[in-house]
């Protein structure tokens, strides 16, 4: 489930939750009226959101407080650690409808991964002939669901956990976009990064050129399918045109997105263990290489949607 510190919101796009997935003594608890149950029960198979994606989970416990119900749920198969409180909104129904809606979720993922996959990143080699289908894949469908060990955990630092929060803020509740062109953008800030290590290093490794490509690639499929909140999609259209790579006008703010989704899209990729973890410890250093950098690499202030319209409707005019 990669870094549980950090939820989906409704916009499809990365937010950090408030952490409050654990119960405590101070949580206020009422009495439930049996003639008000809640729409899910005590051992009910059900299907739990985690970091954007629905996994299969079991209800423990179903309490009902203050701000409403709320149910203790467990992935069977996975350790304990990962079970946690959740609320109403973050479960769905255990039924064909739902796992369907998933199901082309799932698809959509896939295309993204493969597209980060094809740069020069090793998938894990497959014995199976082309055309032939794997023994198993037409069975039960809920195996579909990505297995906990296959995500990366990528730890994002505290400083850039609260950039999200404040990118969050500036676009969903105070109406404010990015201006755009950003610099340094993605590019930039990604030779910046092999300068770096080069200057510590001595020398740039294969491997780090590697992944900078790689996080381009994946950057440039996901920012229109995954990264974009609503209030941004019109601007999205008039920036990229003519083929015009989003690595070249967006910037830190919008890649640092991307490592809140990379978990599950590497969940995806297939890619060979040994490769998963060497690859963790390189986004971990680039994570840290942002942070390093991020009053340099961040904006301290987003403009106003209505000045933004102003402005294209100025020189539309």
Known sequence: MGSSNIQPNHDNSATVSDGSTTKTDSDSETDVDEECPGPFEVGEKVLAFHNHLPYEAKVIKAEYQLNGWKYFVHYPGWNKYWDEWVGVKRLMKHNDENV???????QDLEKTA???RASHIKPKSSSVPRGKKRKGD???KEKDLVP???FVNLQIPPMLKKQLVDDCEFITHLGKLVKLPRKPNVDNIM?????YRLKKDGLISEAVVEITKGLCCYFNKALPVMLLYKS???QYADAIKDDVSPSTIYGAEHLLRLFVKL????????IEEDTLMELQQRLVDFLKFLQKNQST?????????????????RRDG
């Open 100 to 106: 369907q809606q998933f199901l082309k979720k799932k």
């Open 114 to 116: 493969k597209a980060g």
């Open 138 to 140: 037409s069975l039960n």
């Open 148 to 150: 906990l060990e296959k």
């Open 191 to 195: 030779k910046k990064y092999l300068d």
């Open 232 to 234: 941004e999609r019109e």
């Open 263 to 270: 978990p599950e899209l590497l969940g995806y990729a297939n």
């Open 297 to 313: 690499f961040f904006l301290s202030t987003y403009h106003v949607l209505e000045d933004t319209e102003t402005c294209r409707n």
